[in-house]
């Protein structure tokens, strides 16, 4: 399953994500849960969270049911925070 969710973040997430200067790593599919890491411009974002529950998590659940909830593992107290002075 983790080469199909890696082909929809490829088709669908990451190129939307880069359009802002961020991406995203998926690190395991692990009991019906996704864990990922956030880079680049999403590493310390407040929008952060929005993009993972209200896109990705939406998205992911929706192509795979099977997958229950996506979970950030990004340290984003220690990311650059790039919208915010």
Sequence with gaps: ???QVEKLF???IRPALAQHGG???I???DNQKLFIKFHGGCHGCSSSNATLKGGIE???K???PDILEVIDL???TNGSNPYMT
Excluded: K
């Design 1 to 3: 399953m983790i080469l």
């Design 74 to 76: 990004t340290d984003h």
């Design 10 to 12: 490829d088709d669908q």
């Design 27 to 29: 690190i395991d599919i």
């Design 58 to 60: 939406t998205l992911i």
């Design 23 to 25: 991406n995203v790593e």
């Design 62 to 64: 929706q192509t795979f």
